[in-house]
């Protein structure tokens, strides 16, 4: 059984920064595709970060967040981390983790319960 589990979530000032983690269990994550989503009241979900399967890594990061926020993973501790730098209040959501065997897309895959990030002004 897939399980993802987030954590590290929670209020920040604008500028501040913070690190989201997210435990996976009951699959060897080398082989699959990891990202982060976040939905913020409101909006649709959408896609913050991933990178791709495979032995050549593809990284991927919406604009909005591109040189504040990095995406990695360990593999050996099957945990996958999104640190989150110069924060703003825009960048207020549940933020959700997903993996897949092949692409991380937003109508597939496995996904945790979300972290909710508070960013205030």
């Known amino acids: 059984q897939v399980q993802l589990a987030e954590s590290g979530g929670g209020l920040v000032q604008a500028g501040e920064s913070l690190r989201l983690s997210c435990d996976v269990s009951g699959i060897i994550l080398t082989t699959y595709a990891v990202g982060w989503y976040r939905q913020a009241p409101g909006k649709q979900r959408e896609l913050v970060a991933s990178?791709?399967?495979?032995?050549?890594?593809?990284?991927k990061y919406a604009d909005s967040v591109k040189g504040r926020f990095t995406i990695s993973k360990d593999n050996g501790k099957n945990i996958v981390f999104l640190q989150m730098n110069s924060l703003k209040v825009e960048d207020t959501a549940v933020y959700y983790c997903?993996?897949?065997?092949?692409?991380?897309?937003?109508?597939?895959?496995?996904w945790g319960q979300g972290t909710q990030v508070i960013v205030s002004s």
């Open positions: 990178i791709s399967n495979g032995h050549g890594y593809d990284y």
């Open positions: 997903t993996v897949d065997p092949w692409i991380i897309a937003s109508d597939r895959g496995y």
